[in-house]
């Protein structure tokens, strides 16, 4: 099976700052990489699928890079609502497993 | 709009089982692959299973493996997950996911049905 670590686990930020968080799978799974946000209390959401595509609907100060093994999820000017904890998940093949998550606060 | 709307949700005692539905609207459900992903509280989010569109692949994560059982009706447009042989560490919220359509993620989500497995 294919591991996910993402790094760090949490980070303190400001209204304002650049943000990046770093995802990495365990073996190459070449774009098969989405990142989710997930807000307390509320339900996943999608922002990028295939490591930079930005979904529908998402703000584009949300961007996705990288392939093989190495992943970023850069958010460049963080606001109120991106308070929340970040998701990798790799969907190169079963099992689809997601990264330990990345909270970002204040 | 695409609505999920889980139910079947409740609290089991060890060993028993549970349905959970899934009832889909707002688009072609059977076009679509369909998961389940959960989530313990406080932890993160873990994928539990999926199911081709048609019904005719279904792939599990190794820990329920034997006991969950991932179904479809697609002419009532619900997903169905079978739970058996349940376990304390299956308490969590379940999510149901409807897949992207080029790629596979997961573009829109239910509430959530909690499980509790408890004596």
């Known amino acids: 099976d294919i591991q996910m670590t993402q790094s760090p686990s949490s980070l303190s930020a400001s209204v304002g700052d650049r943000v990046t968080v770093t995802c990495r799978a365990s073996q190459s799974i070449s774009i098969y990489l989405n990142w989710y946000q997930q807000r307390p209390g509320k339900v996943p959401k999608l922002l990028i699928y295939?490591?930079?595509s930005l979904q529908s609907g998402v703000p584009s100060r949300f961007s996705g890079s990288g392939s093989g093994t190495d992943f970023t999820l850069t958010i460049s000017s963080l606001q109120p609502e991106d308070f929340a904890t970040y998701y990798c998940?790799?969907?190169?093949?079963?099992?689809?497993?997601f990264g330990p998550g990345t909270k970002v606060d204040i | 709009e695409v609505q999920l709307v889980e139910s079947g949700g409740g609290l089991v005692q060890p060993g028993g089982s549970l349905r959970l539905s899934c009832a889909a609207s707002?688009?072609?459900?059977?076009?679509?692959?369909m998961t389940w992903v959960r989530q313990a509280q406080g932890k993160g989010l873990e994928w539990v299973a999926s199911?081709?569109?048609?019904?005719?692949?279904?792939f599990y994560a190794d820990s329920v493996k034997g006991r969950f059982t991932l179904s479809r009706d697609n002419s009532e447009n619900t997903l169905y997950l079978e739970m058996k042989g349940l376990r304390a560490e299956d308490t969590a919220t379940y999510y149901c996911?409807?897949?992207?359509?080029?790629?596979?993620?997961?573009?829109?989500w239910g509430q959530g049905a909690l499980v509790t497995v408890s004596s």
């Open positions: 998940q790799q969907s190169y093949g079963a099992p689809f497993t």
């Open positions: 707002g688009f072609t459900f059977s076009s679509f692959a």
């Open positions: 295939a490591a930079s």
């Open positions: 996911a409807k897949d992207g359509k080029r790629t596979t993620c997961y573009d829109h």
């Open positions: 199911i081709s569109g048609t019904g005719g692949s279904t």
